[in-house]
């Protein structure tokens, strides 16, 4: 009896295991993303759709002074220089509408539209992020 029981509860934590299948039998396909080191120092999150098409961007909006800098640094400015980089303003198109959006009392959300893409901003005092999102076909 105490050696049944004693193989039972080595067998337990087998059962409890998460694995992607179990995963994807309740929750669906994950998303297809991969994320990108910059040299900057911070990551590149993007989210692909159909045709490996990208649907989203995602990146800190305060990154990290660059190693050894020394002299003025602007964070948020050094980012939109990247974002001005990678995806220009030929690619975003014509600017059709800004807006914000308060999420309490020092959070929100702002939010620039594009004929092709938004590019929005959480507000929240840590971990901000700015999104990239793409009006692509096959983009959920």
């Known amino acids: 009896m105490r050696l049944a029981l004693g193989c039972l509860l080595l067998a337990l934590p087998a059962l409890a295991q998460l694995d992607s299948a179990a995963l994807r039998v309740k929750f669906g396909s994950p998303l297809n993303r991969e994320t990108f080191h910059m040299p900057q120092g911070f990551d590149l999150t993007v989210d692909y759709g159909a045709g490996n ?3 989203k961007l995602q990146v800190p909006a305060d990154p990290p002074p660059p190693p050894g800098a020394s002299g003025p640094f602007n ?6 220089d990247f974002l001005a980089d990678l995806v220009p303003a030929s690619m975003r198109g014509k600017e059709l509408n800004r807006c ?3 999420t309490g009392a020092f959070s929100g959300v702002s939010a620039t539209e594009y004929e092709h893409v938004t590019i929005s ?3 929240s005092g840590r971990n901000d992020t700015i999104a990239v999102i793409f009006y692509n076909a096959g983009c959920p």
């Open 75 to 80: 964070p948020r400015q050094q980012m939109q």
């Open 100 to 102: 914000m959006m308060s």
């Open 53 to 55: 098409q990208v649907c």
């Open 121 to 123: 901003q959480s507000q």
